[in-house]
């Protein structure tokens, strides 16, 4: 069957939820979710276009960066480069992300930068790819056992070491006494939440083992979502009698989750940890609701994805900086950014000074004076 077959099967299974059909869109889509302090309004999915670089975002309730960062900061970058290109969001579906991959594939695509949904689907999106010569670029998350051409993300266990390294500063700092900690993990289906859990768990599992900190309720967030997360962490403090005294978080909105539970139960805030450094999350920082969050800077990650997607639509070899395991005997070229801890002391030297977030975006509401208090500006 052809892919063109294919995408027309893809657009009957969808008609009934996407009254657009599975047309082509404009070479570069600017549509954004808005966002709040827990999450955001999900928007319709997108359908793939004509252009030589094709980007399948994920969903909207992983994290507010996928339509408030990346989508942006891609966009710009292959304007400024003069490159041809589509940026589609799959809402959490992995039928319309492989429905978007068969568009762009069918309408010329030379390369797919894919944030995969889970292994299974995303090791599909590559493999169709790669049968008709379209390069595959891992954009973020790595697709396992998938085989893409290229890798481009952060560190990521090191992004768990400094979760779990920030939260016994915190702990330390607050006094506690063999804390019970929660771990509210992010999807099984997401390798990066594989590598954030190897990475604090290397941290934390030495101090369970020698008896300073006692290992409480730990659970896995299905797909990241928030409010799953809320439901599982008020289940956490019922069967504990609301005995957890920090929780390792894997980002800002799960991190949002624990906050917005102790906030109904009028319960004391405990040290959580987040990641994303969301508008959200420095504010809770601000406050001493979290403790603290992981620093991305997505616009780097995205201008080295850009770059090396451009490279091969030009023919040229992208240059990295790493490799990584991506199942037995095989290894994946990557391009591996650096992950930075942020606090109340450096947050105007990390993601105000990077413009990531402004102080306009920050010191809203009761958050103003936090802001006065720390010199947010």
């Not at 266990?157 to 019970?180: I, Y």
């Not at 090396?308 to 395991?325: D, E, R």
Request: with cysteine; proline share 4%.
């Amino acid at each position: 069957m052809t892919v063109k077959n294919l995408r027309w099967l893809g657009c009957l299974g969808l008609v009934a939820l996407v009254v657009a059909g599975c047309g082509s869109s404009s070479s570069s889509s600017s549509s954004s979710a808005s966002s709040s302090s827990s999450g955001t309004t999900s928007t319709p999915a997108q359908t793939a276009g004509k252009g030589d670089v094709a980007v399948l975002l994920p969903d909207t309730q992983s994290s507010v960066r996928w339509e408030q960062f990346d989508r942006k900061y891609l966009d710009q970058a292959f304007t400024k480069a003069g490159i041809s290109h589509t940026i589609v969001n799959a809402q959490n579906d992995p039928t319309t992300q492989r429905t978007q991959a068969e568009q762009a594939i069918t309408n010329g695509a030379k390369v797919i930068l894919l944030v995969d949904l889970d292994p299974g689907s995303g090791a599909a999106i590559i493999n169709l790819a790669h049968q008709h010569g379209v390069k595959v670029i891992d954009y973020d998350r790595l697709t396992l056992g998938g085989g893409a051409n290229y890798y481009v993300s952060f560190n990521n266990q090191r992004v768990g070491q400094l979760q779990g390294e920030g939260l016994v500063k915190c702990l330390t700092a607050a006094g506690v006494s063999k804390p019970v900690v929660a771990e509210l993990n992010g999807s099984p289906t997401d390798n990066n939440a594989t590598l954030f859990a190897a990475g604090y768990n290397s941290v934390l599992t030495p101090k369970y083992t020698a008896g300073v900190y006692v290992k409480g309720p730990n659970q896995s967030v299905p797909n990241w979502d928030n409010q799953q997360a809320l439901t599982i962490y008020e289940q956490m403090l019922q069967q504990t009698s609301n005995k957890i005294n920090a929780v390792l978080s894997a980002n800002d909105g799960l991190a949002n989750s624990v906050i917005s539970a102790e906030t109904a139960r009028k319960l004391k805030y405990v040290p959580v940890t987040g990641q994303d450094a969301t508008a959200a999350g420095i504010q809770h920082i601000l406050a001493g609701q979290q403790c603290m969050t992981v620093y991305k800077a997505v616009k780097k990650e995205s201008d080295a994805a850009a770059a090396a997607a451009i490279a091969v639509v030009k023919g040229q070899v992208p240059a990295t900086n790493a490799t990584v395991a991506n199942g037995p005997g095989k290894k994946t070229a990557a391009i591996l950014e650096t992950p930075v801890p942020v606090t109340t002391a450096n947050i105007n030297q990390t993601v105000i000074k990077d413009g990531f977030l402004t102080p306009a975006e920050i010191c809203t509401g009761v958050y103003a004076q936090y802001c006065t208090k720390y010199g947010i500006k």
